[in-house]
């Protein structure tokens, strides 16, 4: 009896396992899509990156240039912004490369590193190091070190010519922008996807988009349109028009970058599909999350550009420091809906919203507290 008793029990424990897995196995791909949303739309949490280390004492002598893609780009200029704060709060050296997206500017600025005989070269934001090849590899041979900072995706593998990128998780962004189509349509999204091909995040983030969509619903619609950035203003409007005429079935239109929304409502305007075709989007720039608490825009998928400028130097001193390497910038994504919009702020900043445990965070682990 005694064995008989062992066996029934360890049956009833690999039952009991067994309809566990099933029901793991059995979640919708509807469940799965809402899980993954429900997730994005909680105050984000800091994690730190690694061990505390005393920034101060490593940094001291030390200093930083830093390269944005442009002071004419808003978001450029407040990561920037937030990680010459963050060097304050450290007190290392910091310095802005102001420039306005020419490549002979940004090569002025790595002169001036070799020169001035900087530690570090942040190249922000969407420099594409590749075309600066020859001034990195002098830069290096001076013995500054360059590194890229929110410019290539998590699952993207930057050249080996810089000596470190902190990466930013652009894909994820991408899953929530289908994700959200998915759940927001009841699982049938009809959708346009609009990027920008020659910006170096653009390719992992519709692969994103697209391999969700097609994992959730191998059926349903999906076309992309691939506007180059200095054609936003001519060529969004037409092109989108132009697909919501010839599918009255579109039902969503995901713009890879924020700013594209501006150029899809006129086109909703025109067709009449004000009411039957939503924006979704990711950037969290401030106008287009005014759009979302307006209701022109459905969702804006958010990033503190706070937390990112903090990330940025904190992947950037570890490796000046010598500490195990941080290739992520691990920074948060936030949905902003109707629902929460004004918490980013009436209008809109780039750094409400999201709450402040990253500051805090960093300081704690840099010994400034």
């Known amino acids: 009896m005694h064995m008989r008793h062992a066996g029934l029990a360890l049956l009833g424990g690999a039952l009991t396992l067994l309809a566990a897995g099933s029901a793991a196995r059995a979640a919708s791909p509807m469940e799965t899509a809402q899980a993954f949303v429900a997730a994005h739309q ?20 030390k200093k930083i240039l830093s390269v944005p893609l442009s002071m004419t780009i808003p978001y ?33 600025g790595l002169s001036l590193a070799v020169q001035q005989k900087y530690t570090l070269v942040s190249l922000l934001s969407g ?5 600066l090849a020859p001034q990195i590899a002098e830069a290096r041979a001076a013995g500054v070190k360059v590194r890229t900072t929110d410019t290539y995706d998590i699952t993207q593998t930057p050249p080996a010519i810089v000596d470190g990128s902190a ?79 010839a599918d009255p079935g579109i039902n969503f239109v995901l713009t890879i970058y924020d700013s594209m929304a501006q150029f899809v409502i006129p086109a909703l305007r025109l067709t009449g599909r ?59 994504l936030y949905l902003f809906t109707k629902e929460n919009a004004a918490t980013a702020g009436v209008p809109a900043t780039y750094d409400d919203g999201y709450g402040n445990s990253h500051v805090g965070g960093f300081r704690k682990l840099w010994g400034v507290n």
């Open 274 to 332: 004000m009411d039957t075709v939503k924006i979704a989007a990711s950037d969290g720039t401030p106008f287009v999350i005014d759009l979302v608490r307006n209701g022109q825009v459905d969702m804006d998928v958010g990033s503190s550009v706070g937390w990112i400028g903090y990330a940025g130097l904190d992947a950037a001193m570890r490796m000046l420091c010598g500490l195990p390497v941080v290739d992520d910038l691990n920074t948060p």
């Open 76 to 108: 450029s200029v407040a990561v920037n912004n937030a990680m010459m704060a963050a060097a304050k709060d450290v007190g290392t050296g910091f310095t802005t490369w102001s420039n306005q997206l020419k490549v002979d500017q940004w090569i002025q």
């Open 167 to 245: 990466r930013s998780p652009h894909s994820i962004a991408g899953k929530l922008l289908a994700d959200w189509a998915f759940v927001k349509t009841g699982g049938k999204p009809d959708v346009i996807i609009i990027g920008s091909d020659e910006i170096i995040a653009t390719p992992a983030m519709v692969k994103a988009v697209q391999d969700e969509l097609t994992a959730l619903c191998p059926a349903c619609k999906q076309r992309y349109l691939n506007v180059p950035v200095p054609e936003w203003g001519t060529k969004i409007t037409p092109s989108t028009q132009a697909a919501l005429v």
């Open 42 to 61: 909680k105050i984000p949490e800091f994690t730190a990156p690694g061990p505390a280390f005393d920034a101060k004492k490593c940094m001291a002598g």
């Open 127 to 131: 420099i594409n190091p590749v075309v």
